[in-house]
């Protein structure tokens, strides 16, 4: 694979975030900028492997607002930008998002937003259509890994022309499905354009905002004709009854009409949905007694195919959101052959996917690494301040230390928030309350949360669990990683005096893996009043072997399995432990050599790996 093969006409076999990197740099993309997050995590990752031999500009900002300014100042400037993030990040991100759309962009802006349907790693399953009509953002809606690079450089096209950022909105699947991709031709990056000084279009102060609210609403007036006769929305198959289709049901759908070729519907796909193609879809209601509509999480579409039959006055049965399509969760092949069946009024066919009862599986409850040094820091802390204390926690690896035995964390609101969302929960308890914050994250928002809990004097230890990466989207680097590593420019910033310049006085740094030194520095903080910092220092087990290339030179063993041992398994749940027979046993392969076992039973010794 090839994704800077000048030519066209390979085919390759990409995943549908690949894909979307080989349609930006084909339409001459200049400027990239993110935050990683899952599932939109190996567009930048492929864009910053490729960066040496790119001729483009590549970031990993600071966090998802800070991506949408540098990348709206590129675009600003004349140079075509992708910026990408995870649908929670388009949060983060609205605030200039919103006044962008508003002032446009001339050298052309896509913002890549991959949703997450079914939370696989997420804390919400937000339907980022939203943000889409709450914007002002034309949108494509890739349902294949061709269609992911073609998208991606038709909406670079129609960003230019059109002089406003368009949305290419995405879910999991399609981000890491695996299709065939055959390339177009790849042009020079254009990475230098020319700035146009507007300051009644680009100074959005009140008197142009109001006016640019109104331009927005007329370009979209003039965009959607264009929209109506789209390839990208297209009509296929025959009947009286119909299936009007986005996104990811689009594949779902394909697939049901392969397997139950008799199942005889019109469908209408929509792969470019906004600005809404209402007359387009007015023909095709009309040319039909019965529309059902699939679409995964809200009912955007259907509530867009109502209002078209109510304003046009039509009589056609609409049908949407039910028992087989619900308004959470991902949709699948099994329960759009159920959708489908049941509209058309036949029996649901008997679908057996796994060859044993799903129920019968054993349980696999999610479990940080072996070697992981937030387990350390969670047994000390648990052990020193007890189910007593309030655990807020953040957005990173460490929420996998929610569930038993460790128990570190109470509730978790969004990226950044442990500081904030825990200061307030100290001022309405009397219980001590401690945060947890990983690095990359205490950069992303949590220092403005520490900033606020000087100022207003609040109570609160903050332990930041500083592993040196951005350990649970790939090992991306950010402001504290020593960029030297990624033979990038040196230089980072070192949390301790950012810190300290915050205000806080009481801070401490401890090795992550020291038992001893985690429970004297913990003692000493317990209970003293204000904001107090510990910064617990090692770095992610993965990252330290693959990226700092450390090797471990021992490993753990039970040398006699006693109550000792038994209770340091219960205590530390590290998955290198496991029961053979009433034995405890540690698993040599995946025993990691953090040797905190050691530290908490003398039943377990250290021995050399070799």
């Not at 049941?342 to 599986?361: A, H, M, T, Y």
């Amino acid at each position: 694979m090839n994704l800077l093969d000048p030519k066209s006409g390979a085919r390759e076999l990409l995943l549908g975030n690949e894909a979307i990197v080989r349609g930006a740099l084909e339409a001459g993309v200049g400027f990239i900028s993110c935050y990683p997050g899952t599932p939109s995590s190996e567009v930048p990752d492929t864009f910053f492997r490729l960066s040496d031999r790119g001729d483009y500009y590549f970031e990993y900002s600071i966090n998802e607002k800070v991506a949408m300014e540098v990348a709206g100042g590129a675009a600003l400037g004349g140079v075509p930008t992708l910026v990408t993030m995870k649908h929670v990040g388009v949060n983060v991100a609205a605030d200039p998002l919103m006044t962008l759309a508003y002032i446009g962009t001339p050298g052309g802006l896509v913002i890549l937003c991959a949703d997450d349907p079914g939370c696989h790693s997420s804390q919400n399953e937000q339907d980022n259509r939203y943000y889409v009509r709450l914007a002002g953002l034309p949108c494509f809606e890739p349902a294949t890994a061709q269609e992911c690079k073609d998208m991606t450089r038709e909406a670079f096209e129609l960003s230019v022309r059109w002089q406003q950022p368009i949305m290419l909105r995405t879910t999991t699947r399609i981000n890491h499905m695996r299709g065939p991709v055959t390339f177009g031709e790849l042009p020079p990056a254009k990475i230098s354009g020319e700035f146009v000084k507007n300051p009644q279009r680009f100074v959005s102060v009140p008197a142009v905002g109001r006016a640019r609210h109104k331009a927005l609403l007329t370009n979209l007036e003039k965009i959607r004709p264009e929209i109506n006769s789209s390839p990208w929305n297209r009509v296929y198959g025959q009947g009286n009854d119909g299936v009007i289709v986005s996104g990811v049901s689009r594949a779902y759908l394909s697939d049901v009409l392969k397997l139950y070729p008799d199942l005889k519907v019109k469908v209408l796909e929509l792969g470019l949905g906004y600005p809404f193609p209402q007359d387009l879809v007015a023909d095709f209601v009309q040319s039909v007694d019965r529309v059902l509509v699939l679409e995964e999480l809200e009912p955007i579409l259907e509530n867009e195919v109502r209002l078209v039959c109510q304003k046009r006055g039509l009589s056609t049965h609409v049908q949407g959101k039910d028992q087989d399509l619900p308004l959470f969760d991902e949709y699948s092949t099994s329960g759009v052959t159920a959708a489908l069946h049941r509209f058309l009024g036949r029996d649901v066919p008997d679908q057996q996917i796994c060859s044993i009862e799903q129920e019968k599986l054993p349980a696999r409850p999610p479990n940080l690494c072996a070697g992981c040094s937030h387990r350390s820091v969670y047994v000390r802390v648990r052990k020193i301040f007890g189910d007593d204390a309030v655990y807020s926690s953040d957005i990173g690896c460490y929420t996998l230390g929610m569930l038993p035995p460790l128990k570190a964390a109470d509730f978790l609101l969004c990226m950044g928030s442990s500081v904030s969302s825990g200061c307030g929960m100290s001022r309405a308890v009397k219980n001590p309350v401690v945060a947890f914050i990983g690095d990359s994250t205490f950069f992303h928002s949590g220092i403005t949360g520490l900033a606020n809990a000087v100022y207003n004097q609040h109570d609160l230890l903050l332990v930041i669990l500083d592993n040196r990466t951005t350990a649970m989207t790939g090992h991306q680097p950010h402001p504290g990683v020593d960029q030297s590593l990624y033979n990038k420019k040196p230089g980072h910033l070192d949390i301790e005096p950012l810190v300290k310049a915050c205000g806080v006085e009481q801070v401490k740094k401890v090795k992550a893996l020291n038992q001893k030194a985690l429970d004297q520095a913990l003692n000493e903080m317990k209970d003293a009043p204000g904001v107090r910092v510990l910064i617990a220092e090692e770095p992610c087990p993965l990252y330290a072997r693959r990226v700092l290339g450390q090797k471990r030179t021992q490993k753990a063993k039970v040398a006699v399995s006693d109550e000792s041992s038994l209770e340091c398994l219960h205590t530390l749940a590290c998955p290198a432990f496991y029961l053979e027979g009433e034995e405890v046993r540690i698993s040599p392969v995946h025993c990691a050599g953090c040797m905190v076992c050691v530290q908490l039973s003398s039943s377990i010794k250290p021995e050399s790996r070799s």
